[in-house]
């Protein structure tokens, strides 16, 4: 029984319904767990609301390329960094981004650049990023013809992107004034290797001078061309004096040079 005279204990239950007693003490208890935990609050508030800037990840893509792509000095570079999902929720990074690739060399045309995080979470995300290389680059300035001799007026140069073109090119003219087109060409077309030969020189069954040198000696002798040749070319020739076969080096029209 309680003592209803006691300054220690009081029956409320004959003075306050009991539904209210309970509303009493849970306020109670709601004003002291506020107390506690106001504190907290602002840090859980702002950790689930600080989530990392997709311009900082951009601004680590873009940072990450200028210092890995190299540009020549004849060369223009068109650098176009992909949109990032501004929806991702990524925690934000008290680390430094870091950024990276897995290609190995240049970097060029289409590739994708990830960035990482590791604390307070660990995330890695992929960015697309295209890149594309201009030059300069030797084409036909007017139609050529298969076996046409190739002249300065003849060419011109254009800008071509390179970077999508596994194919080789001329950027000097010196490398291609004087060839002989191996094929038909139409105004505009890139130069190669394979559209071009260097001029015969040498001719099968016509006569040549063979030529001999040593640092105290020349020789010159008469020979036929057993084959066709273009400069820097070895083919075989006839030496009529002796009728022996050998091999020679084109050198000019006319003259290949041999070993004695």
């Known amino acids: 029984m309680f003592n209803a005279h006691s300054n220690h204990w009081k029956d409320v239950s004959l003075k306050q319904p009991c539904h209210t007693v309970l509303v009493s003490r849970c306020s109670r208890i709601a004003r002291f767990l506020l107390v506690m935990l106001l504190p907290l609050a602002p840090f859980t508030f702002a950790t689930a609301m600080e989530r990392q800037s997709t311009a900082k990840i951009k601004a680590s893509v873009k940072q990450f390329l200028d210092d890995n792509i190299e540009v020549n000095t004849d060369s223009e570079i068109s650098v176009k960094i992909g949109t990032i999902d501004p929806r991702l929720n990524l925690s934000r990074c008290s680390d430094p981004l870091e950024p990276f690739n897995k290609r190995t060399g240049d970097l060029s045309g289409n590739i994708t650049v990830g960035v990482r995080c590791h604390t307070p979470k660990r995330w890695t995300i992929y960015v697309p990023v295209e890149i594309n290389v201009y030059e300069h680059v030797i084409a036909s300035a007017r139609p050529l013809a298969k076996g046409q001799v190739i002249t300065s007026q003849a060419i011109k140069t254009i800008k071509l992107r390179t970077s999508h073109k596994n194919v080789a090119y001329y950027k000097n003219p010196k490398y291609v004034v004087g060839m002989v087109a191996s094929r038909n ?76």
């Open 185 to 260: 060409m139409g105004p505009g077309k890139v130069i190669t290797p394979r559209l071009i030969q260097a001029p015969t020189l040498v001719k099968r069954g016509e006569a040549v001078i063979l030529l001999a040198e040593t640092p105290h000696l020349t020789v010159r002798m008469k020979g036929k061309a057993m084959q066709d040749g273009a400069m820097g070319e070895l083919i075989k020739v006839r030496n009529i004096s002796s009728n022996r076969v050998i091999e020679g080096t084109v050198a000019k029209t006319g003259v290949v040079e041999v070993t004695m």
